[in-house]
């Protein structure tokens, strides 16, 4: 598994947000075995970290022969980036290409918890 | 009557939406007999369980060839949805292609009744 | 003067919202003489009944050759059809081709008033 | 200087907004003595009286060889209609051609005096 | 170092907002030495100055050479900016074109400071 | 009926080609009563005399009320506007709006006899 | 089975084109049993006959409910309407909506043969 | 009356086409006083001399408060050009703003003469 | 590897065309091992066979982990289909996206040898 | 100077075009010393080479600090190609953003000569 690098937020005094919009991702359905076209856009709020934006492409290359369902897959890569990024806040919104005529839109969200 | 099925929500602690966007949706005009045509997007909050994205495809075919007016046939969408998934909120939307000279928009929400 | 038609709210109990866009409106400048043209939207929620599509339709031909300002058409469309479905809120928008190189937008509420 | 007309607002006893877009708005640079083009739009909740729309177009005019920035030109086209219509509220925004390869869009408001 | 000039604030006393928005920026990765390219809207409500728009051509010229992060410059221009006006409000945002096949958007916002 | 009126080519000894798109134009369908829309675009390659403009506008209102066919309607304007400015070559393009889900356009030229 | 009503040519000696365009043309998979959508264009340069709007889209109808390929459809659509209007020149071009990830587009041309 | 500037051809012996599209061009209706806008678009084949782009800019602001009706402005235009550069060919397109709710588009074009 | 299915061409004696557009294509860059994204179309005029939609897009599949350039995955998709389909003409044009800032476009066709 | 790789035509006895376009070309303006910014489109039919990208994108890199005007740039860039990887046709568009208002599109190109 690749792992997704960090660099020091450059300016963690300020609330901010940072948005990577990545049309070319590709999983395959567990149903079918054919693949899945997506466009993921991740938007958060940077706490500490930032998330490599060369690291961020190799981990989306991940998933290129991996069977997984449009929910389940929206919900890991917001999980895997929050566990990695620490954000304040986080979303993920994945765009999936028309499948029987149907397209389909997941929007996952984290917030910081409370200290 | 065809039996849209479910599939168990993989994240239900969390909130987050769900859209199906169907611009493939016919019925039946019951004053005319003339096709209509129309988008339809369902956006939900699951609760427990999740939409099997297959068999909505095969519950808007039942609407193919049978007769119901635009204002009818958006709140039952709703209704069905609603009845099978239990959301936390669900809108759907139906946009109607031109008849008369006019397009039609009817926009119906669902929230969860309070415990 | 055409009867705009009623027919009886299918979902009384629930406040949903119905838009009607009809891009092909045109009444006549009392000034100039000349046509006006524009995108006419009216968006309501029903209470006890909805607005026919067909008769609406005949209402708009009404205006085809009838001198009327634009700000006074667009609010006597809205207290007609006020008038006749008693909504629980709606909202004409009135949409103007240019005209001496500018395009006009009129924008009219009304809110059911207290009980 | 052209005076800008007024009209009795139809409708005084309900708010609404009126908007009136001019894509051909032009005047002159003070520093180059070079045009610029910009697309206004006013949009305003009449008060008792209506702005008359001819009259508008040739307050516009008296623009096309005056020497004027553009944070000035915006302010005085809100202050001329203010003084003119006494609005409940009123928005200019004008969006300005690319000069030097930026673009600038100005966005003013007046609200009318507490009483 | 181009030195930003600024204007006095024709109408100090209303807020309102300017916008300059300029699809030409272009910085270099200090990664890889290639060029990144950006559009970069600036947007502000002004207090006693306003940003003169030659000179901020000019000053975006600076980073033409400079090798720079997307998160640092889209901060450093912020920076730069509300240093020299001193505005009630400001926000950058940077689109940067697509590199590895992921287009990002940086926004940053500054807040005068309570008084 | 509308005279169209001409002026004299201002240069008739070159080939040139003069187009005049009217997306506001609207005649009755002589079936239904209902008013038809549709753009007309009249291109041509004067010979001694070109149309003027206003008098072209005043031509196009007479159909406003009258009850023709979309292949008909086509046909006589490019009759009447062959008569009366002998072209050296004319087209009207009749592109109608939305009837029943069908649109239609159609195409007529004309081309100067041989002497 | 619907028959194609015809029209007489309003004007038999001039080439002149028209265009029926049908966005909501709709069959039946004969492999799947499940829908096909498609945007029927019908050009043609009349004869002694045109086709009558109304009937065309009644004919239209009949493939609603009727399992046939895209190829077999374009072409047996060209084959009626040239069997009953008799062109001089007639094309059928069928536009499929995505399946299984891919357009489809069928282009189908008949020429009157020589005499 | 401003002077179009020449420079010498870089690639005499190659023939190349180069456009000039200007959509900010303004003059003024000699019947009603009010401006005219239209976006012009010169093309040329260069022969010994290209066309200076600061000079044309400054030419076509001669044509900012003259009088002179849509057919003849696009032939003046390529007069003069064709005069002060001697192209092989040239070509000028004139697509006027909406006047009356009609566009207008106007094409001249030079060839070189025989020799 | 899979073989592309085909059926007999329902009108063999009408020269038609068929276009299969896949906006889902997918292969690796056999230097850098990274995925490459494409638009793949292939139109083509029938003989005696058509080829079979399904097994086309399984055949595009077999490309998803296959290191291949540009030049030369065109080339092969026209050679494959060529060798099952023998058509008369055929024509694939594959639109790459952005790659280091540029995108490509490869078009190759197939003429039908002279018997 | 960067030197324009090239590598062997994967299919030389096939006339087939490829085209490479790169919406990031900067140069700077002799005159002024502003930068310029262009789309360069190259498309061409290759002989025994192909342009390898990688290096045309280095190539590209060496203009971004030159002083060179539009016509010169558009055709060095067709040379220096023609030089290196000897097509049998060539063309280089080159589209500059809006400078002074005005864009400019230069089109050269090149064929190979008769042996």
Same mark, same amino acid.
């Given at each position: 598994?690749?792992?997704?690098?960090?660099?020091?937020?450059? +300016?963690?005094?300020?609330?901010?947000?940072?948005?990577?919009? +990545?049309?070319?991702?590709?999983?395959?359905?567990?149903?079918?075995?054919?693949?899945?076209?997506?466009?993921?856009?991740?938007?958060?709020?940077?706490? @500490?970290?930032?998330?490599?934006?060369?690291?961020?492409?190799?981990?989306?290359?991940?998933?290129?022969?991996?069977?997984?369902?449009?929910?389940?897959?929206? +919900? @890991?890569?917001?999980?895997?980036?929050? $566990?990695?990024?620490?954000?304040?806040?986080?979303?993920?919104? $994945?765009?999936? +290409?028309?499948?029987?005529?149907?397209?389909?839109?997941?929007?996952?969200?984290?917030?910081?918890?409370?200290?």
């Amino acid at each position: 598994m690749t792992t997704i690098e960090t660099f020091p937020n450059p +300016n963690p005094n300020r609330e901010y947000s940072i948005s990577h919009v +990545n049309p070319e991702f590709t999983s395959v359905c567990p149903k079918t075995g054919l693949p899945d076209f997506a466009t993921i856009t991740v938007t958060y709020i940077p706490n @500490q970290t930032c998330i490599e934006l060369k690291s961020l492409k190799y981990y989306y290359l991940d998933f290129r022969n991996k069977g997984i369902f449009f929910e389940a897959v929206t +919900n @890991q890569i917001l999980d895997d980036l929050v $566990a990695v990024s620490k954000p304040k806040w986080m979303e993920v919104v $994945a765009e999936f +290409n028309t499948r029987g005529g149907i397209n389909s839109i997941i929007t996952v969200e984290h917030f910081e918890e409370e200290k």
